[in-house]
Structures are given as C-alpha cells and as structure tokens.
C-alpha cells in the first residue's frame, strides 16, 4: 500500500485540528534541518512557511468557529468557503498575507478586532515571511543566508507563541 493511500485511511478527513498539529510536526521539521551542519536553510524555510500558512488558517477556523471535526476539503468545506469570501483577495490557499487579511477583515467585522499593537505585530511578520517563503520553493536549491533563515525563524515562532491569541 502506498502512503498516500494509507494516510487516507488513517488521516481521511482534514481537521483544522489535525493541521495545528501537522503545523508543529513541520516546524519541528524545519529546525531540524535549520539547526543541521549541512546548510539545509532552503527545505528549513519551506517547512517554516507551510508552518506559517497552517497556523494563520487555523487561527482563522478557530475564529470563525469551524467545528473541530468539520473536513476542511471538499467541496464547500472550510478552504473553499474561505477562498469564495467576500475578503478573499490572496493568490491562492497558500497566501500568508491573503489569510492574514482574511481572518483581520473577519475579526473587524465581527468587532473583535485585535489590539493595536498585537494585529501590527501579525502583519510585520506574516510580511516578514511573504517576502521569503512561497510554495514553489520546493523546486528550488539555492541556500537561505542566516539572515534569511533568522528572519523567517523569529517570525514563525513569533507566530506559533500568539496564534492563539489571533485565532480566539
């Protein structure tokens, strides 16, 4: 049986709480390979930023009270829900900065806004990462400079301590 195959089995529906723990497992992924003596900063930053893009949907399914057990997939599940809202202006459902802006229009429109400092926090990082993260890395080899790699670093870990707080 292939793994794919197998993870259907095991894994067949996709919870946002089982993405806050796959968001985990990839940052723990990427440290592993960050920390590593062979300049793995490259596959560091893409786990980093799939860690980025979990946590901020997570947050935003949280704060929009996705059922913990509701598969995100699918047709009109969570992620096609979220990419047909009105808010929705990212480039695709891997957009840190269209998931950002999505779950901040959502909690302005609820009037739950965040506090001043912490929503400006939450830009400047998720910002920080767009500049350097996107999805077609997997088909790149260049390394990341440790200014790149501590960038990206402090601005998913800033995110990983505060997502809670973005997403309630």
């Known amino acids: 049986m292939s793994f794919?195959?197998?993870?259907?089995?095991v894994e067949p529906v996709e919870t946002?709480?089982?993405?806050?723990?796959?968001a985990e497992e990839r940052f723990l992924d990427g440290l592993a390979l960050a920390s590593g003596t062979e300049?793995?900063?490259?596959g560091?930053?893409?786990?980093?930023?799939?860690?980025?893009?979990m946590l901020l949907k997570v947050a935003y399914f949280r704060f929009t009270n996705v059922?913990?057990?509701?598969?995100?997939r699918g047709r009109r599940g969570a992620l096609d829900k979220?990419?047909?809202?009105?808010?929705w202006h990212g480039r695709n459902l891997h957009d840190l900065v269209g998931w950002m802006n999505l779950l901040l229009d959502?909690?302005?429109?609820?009037?739950?806004?965040?506090?001043?400092p912490t929503a400006g926090l939450l830009q400047l990082h998720v910002r920080v990462l767009d500049g350097h993260w996107r999805e077609v890395l997997r088909y790149?080899?260049?390394?990341?400079?440790?200014?790149?790699?501590d960038e990206v670093y402090t601005s998913v870990d800033w995110l990983r301590t505060n997502y809670d707080q973005i997403g309630s």
């Open 4 to 9: 794919i195959a197998r993870l259907q089995l």
């Open 16 to 22: 946002w709480p089982a993405m806050e723990a796959a």
């Open 39 to 42: 300049n793995r900063t490259t």
């Open 44 to 53: 560091a930053i893409y786990l980093f930023g799939y860690t980025a893009e």
């Open 67 to 72: 059922p913990r057990h509701e598969n995100l």
């Open 82 to 87: 979220a990419q047909n809202h009105a808010a």
């Open 106 to 116: 959502e909690r302005a429109a609820q009037n739950r806004a965040l506090d001043i």
């Open 140 to 149: 790149k080899q260049t390394p990341a400079t440790i200014t790149e790699m």
